[in-house]
């Protein structure tokens, strides 16, 4: 079914225009109130942001929303994602609501909800919400005895510190390690470096000045430069780069090497195989991994499994099947024996704590494999179905022809932009990069 909403990863657009209005924002809030409802008590909301200067607008419009259908709202104020949805059940709450674009600028922003379970959402859940959202709810609204509160809630920040820092060894501690943060100017500008610190490292931020406009802007795990810089210049051990709403890392080793979630996944994985924490032997990871991750865990011994993109699909497999490790090559990391949702600071958290129990630099850890040559081309469309082309699919099934079983291609549309992803992997660089050129050209001459 078509969705006038929700993407992949929430609702997502650009701030005062289309999905992403204050008008929209107040029956988003008002269609969850009631989509969510409890018949035998006032439901509690729990919403936080990051520091998007549309941020306030948009708690504003939810607030009013959940407090005109007659749910209690408690603002957290500027909270990582999944702070927000580990808050959710530790406050026992029926909702969370996260303010976020995640790595986008600053002039787009979004609404992501989770369930009292600390969750995301169903695609069920998903639209019935969208149709309360395009349905007259004025008979639904509250009575006047009825109509909701809103309240800020203090030291929620400090919870989240406790929270990040009970998942670390005991018995180990971050003294002697050098560590730059750089938090994107965004969600966890106060909450990342107070953990690192306060488990003993000596702490090199960046990042953590948020101006309302500065979010991801030149910083962050999506812009590297400036922290492979910094690691350099301040002879650091690692560099862990947060995106604006933390629920992804990417970290920077101590040669100003990069190391994405594949490689995470794979430090993780092997850890836990040896103390025998992985579940079934399996990590969850998404069609995007690269297949260099996947031929690494079978050398273990460890399965991977694929899913679409986007971290709920990983999350709902890794719940369907038991699965306690699934990730993105972006640097969304789940552990569900912690957390519900990607927590960059989590994962960077359990790097840490396998270079602090071997002595290893983190050079030594984290490149467990070679990656595969991958090519991932973005081609920007404006309205339109190109991939719903004969000529495109024709297209298509010519390169999966001529790449045969020596790598992988995958089209898909973006659930957040408007634009085709067009990725191929394989052992013949030279081939994959004329393939993903060819598929751009088709796919542009099939929009235009």
Known sequence: MARN???????????????????????????????LAKADSRQRIVIGKDTRLSGYMLETALVAGFTAVGSDVFLLGPMPTPAVAMLTRSLRADVGVMISASHNAFYDNGIKIFGADGYKL??????RIEELIDSDLTSRLATDSRIGRATRLDGVRDRYVEFAKRTFPRQLSLDGLRVVVDCANGAAYRVAPDALWELGAEVVTMGVKPDGTNINRDCGSTSLDTIRAKVLEVRADIGIALDGDADRVIIIDEKGKVVDGDQLLAVIAASWLRSERLKQS???????????????????????LRTPVGDRHVSERMRKGGYNIGGEQSGHIILTDY?????????????LSVVAESGKRVSEICHRFEPVPQILKNVRVNGGAPLESDKVASAIDAAKERLGDAGRLLIR????????RIMAEGDDAGLINALVDELASVVVSAHD
């Open 413 to 420: 549309p973006s659930g957040t932009e408007p634009l085709i």
């Open 339 to 351: 957390t519900t949702t990607g927590d960059g600071l989590l994962a960077a958290l359990e790097l």
């Open 122 to 127: 169903s695609d069920a859940m998903e639209l």
């Open 5 to 35: 909403y929700f993407g992949t990863d929430g609702i997502r657009g650009r701030a005062n225009d289309g999905v992403m209005t204050p008008e929209i924002a107040m029956r988003v809030g008002m269609a969850t109130g009631l989509a």
């Open 282 to 304: 399996t990590v969850v990871a998404t069609v995007m991994s690269n297949l260099g991750l996947e031929r690494y865990l079978e050398s273990i011994g460890v399965e991977l």
